[in-house]
């Protein structure tokens, strides 16, 4: 009996694209690094500090004040209205509120779009390496996927023709998770031409887009080429994940199909998450809320980058510097693997996610990804030493 | 070009099970009766007078600062321990907490079955009617649905026969939507022997069994037969539909499939809204709190049954007399359509839902829903009034 099979006895029949699904390797991971007093440059979540509780507090009572009943009866499935008009005011190219779809999470547009777009045997093009949430929920749909080269810019517009037929290109082109890489214009420009010009169809990720450190990244692709792009827009990183709030920016033709499959999935996105958040931002507060947020992450990136100078010394150990996001990439030298590095950086009581999982195919087994977000600059001074004091027992 | 299509020189390619997507029927019926003024019968809005709002700011505030960080994270995706563990305190029979698996509305429960149950082409018994918003959430994994014959009671033990091979029968055993039937304990038995007897794995719905009038329905389905059921819970009807707070009951070997859905579908259900929703129930506040809803979703029955004895004599229209649940079944004369009354109907200033929006296949064009939680007494009166009028009027 393989890990997930149900006993040969079982009343029950799994459908075939059951049988693709798997455990997440990161959960699975992150089960190993459950220890006591270990620092977890692992996982991916937003820094507890950033979240503006005070302000979800008086935007809960607010709402239940002014409109209980809305709040907490059932909704449109396209979602809250107000809230779909100050997405579509805020994205910074043309876009009309009604092809703006709420979603329970960004991840939940995924699934929405791999239900709509993907049949089995299908192709679906993504990055090199590409974000594992995408790879789950596009999964059951049971897509061939194929993986587009990339360089440290993200996907290379020359190679885009193996994605040529693909039922879309899965992009992240900003800070993606895991690599922390983020294209810049005039890659934009040349992925966004070849696409159009082979007719292959873009999925832009874009979670990480306003965490950048000094500057704001390039337009999105989808400002290219706007009947040719869905995006994905989200409030976890900017307020919190705990309200489950994203969105899908969708082209008109396309629109009904993702609302019709929102509205068997889940009828509709929480009434009372949907009007706290309107409620939270609809005087500025970003303005003033995502630069503490940037300043925040940008000095924690500084203390891992210096840290990674100071103690990877002389080790053969390769990184990328972020301009902005969560996470950094990287790569240990010739003939190391990453996933035999975790036991004993765990050892040294330091976690981190093998770079392996973020790949469709091909996997480098020498990369790894670590988030700077949750560990404070103290805590990352002595995760990063510990790190190197692992590569250290494992180098030959 | 069909109602769905793409134009023929998109970009996009649908995947096959999007053509089998459709704009909810019912929804497309509720446009038609969105006029100033109109009684709507149609709906399956609980009554805003039942939600507890003071209860949810209470426990918002609450929640927000005794866990504000805790409350905006992510979460795990099986969801909020505390909550798992009050669900499988309080249903009645032996559940472990582990078998629990909160989703965003029941309706997500559904979906989820639907993906790790349902291969394309594969048998699915529903009831006849049954619930809409099932279908539609099967509908894109590509079953072929076989309608169970039901009579007043719910499905026929003798006619299970003909789900034999299915992948389960879906079956919502208490005041049925569309119907308001429900199964009594006899017809349980039988059901669930025979379903045991040919192997048939049942898919129970619970949205409505807290809502009875005088006394609580039989116990569940999957009391006679844990293993070889799944069954779907819901907060919506009993607190408000507002926060999308349902859960997963599933046997233990199916759990893990059903957890990796959920993980690729939004990752977890609102983490501030479990706890929310925790904080409200913690207390014993639903043995309170429910039956105010049962006595006013009675008094609205008792005035819509008194006003369908006085208005409808003589028209050959028979109707149901629910135990409880929010809707009532009526049947029109030979010779009449539902479809066909509902703008005569809307001109006298009522709205219901035709029954051919129920059937898997063979629907019955004489049915009609009516639900009695939405409006007052007083409307209801006029309602049916109105109706019968307008019955009167389609009358050869």
């Given at each position: 009996m393989k890990l997930n099979d149900l006993p040969t006895n079982s009343t029950w029949t799994l459908a075939r694209r059951a049988e693709r699904m798997n455990p997440s390797v990161i959960r699975e991971i992150l089960k190993v690094t459950e220890k006591p007093g270990i620092i977890s440059l692992a996982g991916g979540l937003p820094s507890p500090k950033t979240f503006p509780v005070s302000a979800f507090a008086a935007a809960s009572a607010a709402v239940l004040a002014n409109d209980g009943p809305g709040a907490l009866q059932y909704d449109a499935s396209e979602g809250y209205g107000p809230l779909r008009q100050a997405i579509a005011d805020f994205l910074p190219w043309d876009v009309d509120a009604d092809q703006i779809l709420i979603t329970t999470g960004s991840q939940q547009g995924l699934d929405l779009v791999g239900k709509i777009l993907i049949d089995a045997g299908s192709r679906v093009a993504v990055e090199s390496p590409t974000y594992l949430g995408a790879l789950q929920a596009f999964t059951p749909y049971e897509p061939e996927f194929v993986s587009v080269p990339c360089d440290d810019n993200g996907p290379l517009p020359d190679q885009l023709d193996v994605a040529r037929g693909a039922r879309f290109l899965y992009a992240l082109p900003n800070f993606q998770n895991p690599s922390g890489r983020c294209m810049d214009a005039g890659r934009r420009d040349a992925l966004m031409n070849k696409a159009q010009e082979i007719g292959l169809p873009v999925v832009e990720d874009n979670p990480?887009?306003?965490?950048?450190?000094d500057a704001p990244p390039p337009?999105?692709?989808?400002?290219?080429?706007a009947d040719g792009c869905v995006y994905l827009g989200s409030f976890s990183k900017v307020l919190a994940p705990g309200l489950r709030l994203g969105y899908v920016v969708a082209p008109k033709t396309l629109y009904p199909k993702l609302l019709q499959a929102k509205q068997a999935a889940d009828l509709h996105t929480p009434s009372f998450n949907q009007r706290v958040v309107h409620e939270v931002i609809r005087d500025g507060f970003l303005d003033q809320h995502v630069p503490t947020i940037r300043a925040l992450y940008k000095q924690q990136c500084e203390a891992m980058l210096a840290a990674l100078d100071k103690e990877m010394q002389g080790l053969g150990v390769h990184w990328n510097r972020p301009d902005g996001g969560m996470f950094l990439w990287v790569r240990l030298p010739e003939g190391m693997s990453a996933i035999e590095l975790l036991p004993k950086a765990v050892e040294r009581n330091v976690a981190f996610v093998p770079g392996a999982a973020f790949y469709a195919d091909n996997a480098d087994h020498r990369t790894l990804r670590l988030s700077f977000v949750t560990s404070t600059v103290e805590q990352i001074a002595t995760g990063i030493a510990a790190l190197a004091a692992a590569i250290k027992d494992v180098t030959p």
């Open positions: 990480y887009g306003d965490l950048w450190f337009a999105p692709l989808s400002s290219h080429w």
